[in-house]
């Protein structure tokens, strides 16, 4: 089975703090994801990543900035960051081979900011 | 552009009854779709996916749902609820090609014993 592993599940940091996320999935991912979930906004997509040291911009960047040195691990950062950014965050991994693969969830960091 | 909507943020069902929950795409290429299901404090798990093998799916835990490209609906169905499946299903689409989900905005499920 596949597994991503995300390091927290719960952490809470002070506004202005830069904060990292991160993520490690152990199947050899080409793709790897991070998406915010909110009540009523489902999930919304912020970073993706085709390959290491690539990066692409999801639907709400802003604020973030993610980091891919490896294959296996893909980092989430929060340069400064802002109440409105507490949520649940989750990571995902897909292999590239057909497009009909999933992408397969780690467990989620519930980030507290205050 | 691609996209997914899910009817009703909250459905509640009676232990043992049916369970419908709607899912409806747009896209102008034939999408692969998937179900998920999200239990409280988890991450999001596989239900089933369509990829145009057959237009009714089977997935785990005795769900199923059926493509019908004329409705452009994917909905997911399971003939008698239990109080296991109270979670959150997201519907998701996929176009052809290396690109990401696009989810829809997640049903929450509530089982009443």
């Known amino acids: 089975d596949v597994k991503v592993t995300q390091s927290s599940r719960y952490l809470v940091k002070r506004t202005g703090e830069k904060v990292f996320l991160e993520c490690v999935q152990d199947m050899d991912h080409e793709n790897m994801f991070w998406y915010r979930q909110d009540p009523g906004l489902g999930l919304r997509l912020i970073y993706f990543s085709y390959d290491v040291k690539m990066k692409e911009k999801g639907d709400i960047p802003e604020g973030y900035s993610v980091s891919r040195e490896k294959k296996e691990r893909f980092s989430l950062i929060l340069e400064s960051a802002s109440t409105n950014q507490t949520s649940m965050y989750l990571c995902a991994s897909k292999t590239e081979g057909s497009g009909n693969q999933p992408q397969h969830f780690g467990d989620g960091t519930r980030l507290s900011i205050l | 552009a691609q996209s997914v909507t899910q009817l009703g943020s909250h459905v509640s069902v009676s232990e043992g009854a049916l369970v419908l929950l709607r899912c409806n795409y747009s896209s102008s290429v034939p999408p692969y779709l998937f179900w998920y299901v999200q239990y409280p404090n988890q991450g999001l798990q596989l239900l089933l996916k369509y990829t145009s093998a057959a237009t009714l799916v089977k997935g785990i835990n005795g769900f199923e749902a059926e493509f019908k490209k004329s409705e452009t609906s994917f909905h997911l169905t399971k003939p008698s609820a239990h109080m296991s499946d109270a979670a959150e299903y997201f519907c998701?689409?996929?176009?052809?090609?290396?690109?990401?989900?696009?989810f829809g905005k997640g049903t929450r499920l509530s089982v009443i014993a």
């Open positions: 998701a689409l996929l176009r052809p090609g290396n690109t990401p989900l696009v």
